[in-house]
């Protein structure tokens, strides 16, 4: 019985778990960091490599017993430079925040100048935003999206690169629903003379089905956590080329980290290999089919999105057409079980903790199997929401039909590994 010993020594995290399941499986998780593992990365996960230590890489541990972790890691790495085609890859950082820290001081020294995507435009905390100890470490200067057409303009962050002279520039974004040319951001770093890092960590996923263009030939070091669109467990991963391999690893570990989390690092392995099939890129594909006609769908209601729509998976809303804030949007949808984020668009005046947008993404309900026909009921739904924001009965009723198009849609326990069984 899964979770028996569980539930017989403390019934009180038990029932708490198996409620959480129960609201992952009658929602609709529109937060684009968020999706579901197979079951064969859950089990990795929970399994006995929780208990054993590991500090170092393999063939060089600190502890004994490295007999089976030492060939665990090794095929992760192996893994992650076939499917990215990358010179190098360290799967050791705890998280997408860690691996970003080690890039830049694995290639960098404090006080150097970083330039990224500023917060409010699209870019992470880490990208050097001022309440992220990146600021505190660096010199943070940042570039933004055009106004106008909330995209990036590649002329307007050279000319800032030219300005600052940074030793680092970071491409990539959390919250940019358009594809980014990472060819371009390479060569500005090079005019510059910057090491060029790329943080794909919400579109790993779109870049191994060959949706997204690669940032690897382009880049010093690639940045990604992995879960998010490559759908797998909770931790990041660093690739680079081979002249970098040294200093990256050196700043992972002993730079920023003790023991490595082999448990996470099995599942990230069962994870790569998932997304090395035919099966994965299809539904990588699907993720992005279902987020543009989300977007259409939304537009045809009346939403304002970012830039006009999107290229990826996710979707950033505009609201102040619609004289909502983003917070307050945010929780109605939550009451009728449609799950989403509020946050800052581009020339937002709000304050962050009640900003004036509201961020989404498809990878989860892409693999619960919904297509675009359920995109369609999706958009109604948020409409609804929209139109019905202090009915109370109006939102329980939405909430009801949500329910009722999850149970057509279970939580999926296995994919790939299911079709190389069959």
């Not at 208990?51 to 790495?77: C, H, S, W």
């Not at 099995?266 to 790569?272: E, K, Q």
């Not at 962050?352 to 989404?360: C, V």
Request: overall charge neutral; charged content about 25%; some cysteine.
């Amino acid at each position: 019985m899964p979770n028996k010993a569980l539930k017989l020594y403390d019934p009180q995290i038990y029932e708490l778990i198996r409620q959480e399941k129960t609201r992952q499986s009658g929602c609709l998780r529109l937060i684009p960091s968020e999706n579901y593992v197979s079951k064969a990365v859950m089990e990795a996960t929970g399994s006995c490599l929780t208990n054993k230590y590991a500090e170092g890489y393999p063939g060089k541990r600190y502890y004994e017993g490295q007999q089976v972790t030492d060939l665990i890691e090794t095929v992760a790495i192996e893994r992650g430079k076939k499917i990215f085609n990358a010179e190098h890859c360290n799967v050791q950082a705890y998280s997408g925040s860690v691996a970003n820290l080690a890039a830049y001081n694995g290639l960098i020294k404090p006080g150097d100048t970083i330039m990224g995507l500023s917060l409010t435009d699209g870019g992470h905390l880490t990208h050097g935003w001022k309440v992220s100890i990146t600021s505190r470490i660096y010199n943070a200067v940042y570039y933004k999206v055009r106004p106008d057409t909330g995209r990036m303009d590649y002329n307007e962050i050279e000319d800032l690169a030219k300005k600052y002279k940074p030793k680092l520039i970071i491409s990539g974004a959390t919250a940019y629903p358009r594809e980014i040319d990472f060819e371009i951001f390479g060569s500005i770093a090079k005019k510059v003379g910057a090491y060029h890092v790329s943080d794909i960590a919400h579109i790993s996923g779109l870049v191994v089905a060959g949706i997204h263009k690669s940032p690897v030939p382009y880049s010093d070091v690639v940045s990604t956590t992995t879960h998010k669109t490559l759908r797998g467990p909770r931790g990041g991963m660093l690739l680079s080329k081979a002249e970098h391999a040294e200093r990256i690893d050196r700043a992972v570990f002993p730079g920023q980290q003790g023991g490595p989390h082999m448990h996470t690092m099995a599942a990230i392995a069962v994870a790569l290999a998932e997304a090395d099939t035919p099966e994965f890129i299809a539904y990588a594909n699907q993720i992005v089919k279902n987020s543009k006609r989300l977007a259409e769908k939304l537009m045809e209601y009346g939403f304002n999105l970012v830039s006009g729509g999107t290229d990826n998976h996710l979707i950033l809303i505009d609201l102040r057409n619609k004289g909502i804030s983003g917070k307050k949007y945010a929780k109605a949808l939550d009451r009728a079980r449609i799950v989403s984020n509020y946050n800052t668009v581009p020339g937002d005046t709000a304050p962050p903790a009640n900003p004036s947008g509201l961020r989404m993404g498809t990878p989860a309900i892409t693999s619960r199997g919904m297509k675009e026909d359920e995109m369609d009921i999706i958009a109604s739904f948020m409409n609804r929401v929209a139109e019905n924001i202090d009915n109370e009965n109006e939102i329980e009723q939405i909430g009801k039909e949500v329910l009722l198009l999850c149970s057509r849609f279970p939580i999926p326990e296995h994919f790939i590994i299911q079709s190389k069984e069959s």
